[in-house]
């Protein structure tokens, strides 16, 4: 992770207990186990060895491998059996390793637990979680590297959601368990060490509601996950050149919190849209789309969009690290519209 | 093959064998009846339908309690019948109205009622499979003897679900009964094309379950394999695969030129394998019905689907707005049925 700086968190007050993202999801999943034996967690590696990333960790000893069941690499399986399980009153919260793999099972997450509610005319309720890892950076090539929530975000049924902070993961994560649809979480590798202050007690943060990390007047920023750090990161730095940045973080994708997006871009006028995902019809275009559509007369300036391109992830260190979008590229794109 | 006890005719109840006969009875009728209306263009999309095969849904639902739950596939009229779903409900949806199972959102392949454990006909082949293996799941972590029984076709069982579903149910020993339906043909391709091995029962044992084959024609048959599997389950022995040989009477779909078997193959399996007429002649050869009480149940059972076709037809259709309803369950705030403001 030495590569990726974490740059500013946004939040923290003195005295907080300050512990991990990956601690934080941790907390919550233990959290809402305790409170609703219905809640069970299921994927590869979630048990003894307490998930990839280690966000499962300790869970077994407490739960029982019942409740905490590791699977076969049979993501379409194990996902589909969450959905089936839902169906039937229980609330699974499954783990695809990485969101690359999700070619394997997609159909029974955009096909069945996107449109069963629906299909049955409202009949079902699928409360489905599906924690998966995205994010690029730790030289780990095109099939371990993607940011692919554009193609949860596109399915009708599903909601996509995507922490920034180890705040937000706690209370989102809580949220998403105790919602009655399903909900894809989409966790950022380069954030699971990252550290922020977590209230102990169980709380939601709910979805739909997007937060702003950082105000400002000048141009806003809508960003996501890693690209919610280096954008602050970058705000920092453009401050000291007098430009004032307003950083939005959507924190779920789907519900959208359209309302602080358009508020902020009236408020400056100016609007650069930061994400991992691909170029082409993903969230960043989807945010312009928004932008040109329901705010054209208060823009000042053309939207500038900062993503990776059209390419998968590379593996050598000096191409992926020229293809992942970079705090120069968000400096470069804010003055590129603030004159 | 079955090693269980073939049970006589006479070791089970009248009124099951009756609720048996008219289950099919009713499934046929209500089948040859949506033939009907699709041909006259009444029924809007795609309709696959289960003529020929129902001595296996019924067979195997027999066994079943209310609160135990199927996955079906998109031949899943049989299934939904069988399993108690109301033939009202399920004309109204094929009409696509609102007062629908489904609400008119749905439609013939996706036809299903939670509230009778039909966890729902699937339009993805093999899709299903794998929910009924949740459901399992989840019956097993609540410590109740529920089971769930997935329903697919002889095309599935090449399926990633099929495999995937299967090995975990195994491996987790979880209540579950695989029905494969195998009626010979993947829409055109023959069973002998699709995979190398006899009989799709073979592959149970690649799971290390027991994997039966029956006679998918004859409903006692179906129904002595399935009373097996499924007390197997609710002991919470494990899964079972059972391969019913069946055969469709109709096309795929219905407007199928079926230009892949002969119209002498469908005849033969029409005199020969219907399986309603078999259990008929078995009823009356025991003497267990008279040719007036089958009459009389034949009469009752036609009046039952006119009038669930009657009731579709009088039914109100969905008020266009409702398209942006039961998408989701829990409302939240930002914009979660997105639409662009025109």
Known sequence: MACLEVAYLGVGVMGERVITFAEALNEALDQEMARDPKVFVMGEDVGVYGGIFGVTKG???????????????????????????????????????????????????????????????????????????????????????????????????????MPSTPYDAKGLLIASIRDDDPVIFIEHKALYGIKGPVPKEPY???LGVADVKREG???????????????????????EEGISVEVVDPRTLKPLDVDTILNSIKKTGRLVVVDEGYPRCGFATDIAALAASLAFEHLKAPVKLVTPPDTPPPFSPVLEDAWMPSEEDIIKAVKNIVK | ?????????????????????????????SEEKAAEYFAAGKIPGFVHLY?????????????????????STHRGHGHFIAKGGSLKAMWAELLGRKTGACKGKGGSMHIADL???????????????????????????????????????????????????????AIWKLPVI????????????????????KSVAERGKAYGIPGVEVDGQDVLAVYEVAREAIERARRGEGPTLIEARTYRFKGHFEGDPQIYRSKEEIEWWVKNKDPIKLFEDKLLSKGIVTKEELKGIEEKIRKLVDEAVKYAEESPWPDPKEVLEDVYSTPTKGWLVWRWPI
């Open chain 2, 51 to 71: 003529a020929g095969e129902e001595a296996v849904a019924v067979g195997v639902m027999a066994n079943l309690r209310p609160d135990d739950v199927i996955t």
């Open chain 2, 1 to 29: 093959m079955l090693g269980g006890i073939i049970l006589s005719v006479e070791e089970i109840p009248k009124e099951k064998l009756l609720w048996m006969y008219e289950k099919m009875l009713t499934i046929r009728i």
């Open chain 1, 217 to 239: 007047k000048d141009v806003t920023i809508v960003a996501t996950a890693l690209m919610v750090h280096r954008s602050l990161s970058a705000a920092k730095k453009l401050e």
């Open chain 1, 59 to 161: 869970l077994i000893e407490k739960y029982g491998p019942e409740r905490v069941r590791d699977t076969p690499i049979a993501e379409s399986g194990f996902i589909g059996a969450g959905v089936g399980a839902a169906a039937v009153g229980y609330r699974p919260v499954v783990e695809l390793m990485f969101i690359d793999f999700l070619g394997v099972a997609y159909d029974q997450i955009y096909n069945q637990a996107a449109k069963i509610r629906y299909m049955f005319g409202g009949k079902a309720k699928i409360p489905l979680v599906v924690r998966t890892t995205c994010g690029a950076g730790f030289r780990a090539a095109a099939q371990h590297s993607q940011s692919l929530h554009a193609l949860f975000i596109h399915v009708p049924g599903l909601k996509v959601v």
């Open chain 1, 204 to 206: 939601e943060v709910p």
């Open chain 2, 178 to 197: 695989f029905v494969c339906e195998n009626n010979l043909y993947q829409i055109s391709l023959p069973y002998s094309k699709q995979q190398t091995i």
């Open chain 2, 115 to 169: 509230d009778v454990g039909e966890l729902g006909a699937n339009g993805i082949v093999g899709g299903g499979i794998p929910h009924a293996v949740g459901a399992a799941l989840a019956f097993k972590l609540a410590g109740v003897d529920r089971v769930a029984v997935s329903f697919f076709g002889d095309g599935a069982s090449n399926q990633q679900n099929f495999h995937e579903g299967i090995n975990l149910a």
